[in-house]
């Protein structure tokens, strides 16, 4: 499986949308061992179909037994700027110390392949 990988403060850092990347369909589906991690452009925040209140998320992504491997991640909008929501996500996912991989949208099918 070819993925693209990064980690989160260069999300963070350099807003990264994906009309900047490119999709990879093939084989890039999010693992079952990911936590996939979705923010609306009005803020709400799912973990593995979950809503999650966005105070809680850190918790949450905590306490999933067994722990993920991976943070399989997307946003509504993402050509757009970020909801302030975006920010207690990444900083959940950083504290976790998880790789993550990009999503094009909330079905976790298709890896964005960053160019």
Not at 48 to 57: L, M
Not at 64 to 71: F, K, N, Q
Not at 93 to 106: R, S
Request: charged share 15%.
């Amino acid at each position: 499986m070819k993925s693209t990988w990064i980690m989160a403060p260069i999300l963070a850092s350099l807003n990264i949308g994906v009309s900047s990347c490119t999709s990879e369909p093939e084989g890039s589906a999010c693992p079952a061992t990911g936590a996939r991690l979705y923010v609306t452009s009005t803020g709400i925040v799912t973990l593995n179909g979950d809503v999650v209140d966005v105070n809680a998320v850190k918790e949450a992504l905590a306490n999933i037994d067994p722990p993920p491997t991976v943070a399989c991640y997307s946003r509504d909008a993402a050509a757009g700027e970020p909801h302030p929501a975006t920010s207690q996500v990444i900083d959940a996912i950083i504290a976790q110390q998880l790789p993550v991989a990009f999503y094009t949208d909330n079905t976790f099918k298709i890896a964005v392949k960053m160019e």
